[in-house]
């Protein structure tokens, strides 16, 4: 298992990519769109997800989950919905990336052997962080995209 331990995040998911390409014997399932944006990170943002990773340590260093680790989940899920905001062939939704969120978090803390019950509570947060996006307006099917022109005429539109 040690050489488990040491693989990085690109590693594990191109290893479980390749024995498994629809990621369906994964406990977090992935539809096939949501799958095709992780093989563009792995193509492409491979040094975003490596940030992931060392999230990922940083909430798990002290054996627990707690309150002190929400920020850095909550980093966790930011680093993802910005990745799919600069996705120009990806119409990627909220809910893409809450799954996929847990999907990573879930193969990262199974290789990593962290304690089931924390892998729950990791989930639960990142379930509660991304159900927090309806009071913007967002609903988990809401897919996401910069839009420039349409921010600033929230910000500066006629009166």
Do not use: W
């Not at 331990?5 to 990621?23: E, G, H, M």
Request: charged content about 15%; aromatic content about 4%.
């Amino acid at each position: 298992m040690s050489s488990s331990n040491s693989l990085s995040v690109v590693q594990l998911l191109s290893t479980i990519l390749a024995s498994d390409s629809t990621l369906q014997k994964c406990t977090v399932k992935l539809n096939p769109e949501t799958v095709a944006f992780l093989n563009s990170l792995l193509s492409n943002d491979q040094t975003d997800l490596e940030q992931f990773q060392q999230l990922f340590t940083e909430i798990t260093s002290d054996g627990k989950i707690d309150l002190n680790d929400v920020p850095a989940i909550l980093t966790l899920l930011k680093s993802l919905y910005t990745m799919a905001q600069k996705s120009e062939t990806h119409n990627v939704t909220v809910g893409n990336i809450t799954n996929l969120t847990q999907f990573i978090l879930v193969e990262l803390g199974t290789i990593k052997g962290v304690n089931q019950n924390n892998i729950n509570q990791l989930l639960a947060i990142v379930q509660s962080a991304s159900s927090l996006l309806s009071i913007a307006g967002l609903d988990h099917q809401s897919v996401i995209k910069i839009k420039t022109p349409n921010c600033l005429s929230r910000l500066f539109g006629k009166k």
